[in-house]
């Protein structure tokens, strides 16, 4: 695993507007740190929801992702590897990574 690697995650049953249930999300962690085989990694949720269009949500592009889609740098969150069911959606690339962590560094005041 990757930064930038899509995956297939199980959120579970949402809390108010937190992400649920199964759905691809985007590895922010850094490969320095994923080298170790962590047990828990940082997640950006990817949403076909494109409506909304918020400045938090960069989209995200792949081949095997079916629908447009957009990662909701809003709702980052670790997760424990346990969460990963399934195959991977590929990479979003280095262009597409690095404006997610942009705008993940805008969120938190620290870019």
Known sequence: MRAGDLIRVDFGVP????????????????????VHRPRTIHVVPVTSNVSRSLPSEVVVTSPNLVLASVAQCHLCAVI????????????????????????????????
Do not use: T
């Open 80 to 111: 424990g590897v346990e969460r990963l069911v399934g195959d991977e959606y590929g990479n979003v690339g280095a262009a597409e990574l690095a404006q997610i962590r942009s705008v993940l560094g805008d969120l938190l005041d620290i870019g």
């Open 15 to 34: 809390v108010g507007s937190e992400p649920g249930f199964v759905r691809p999300a985007v590895v922010v962690s850094a490969d320095a740190f994923l």
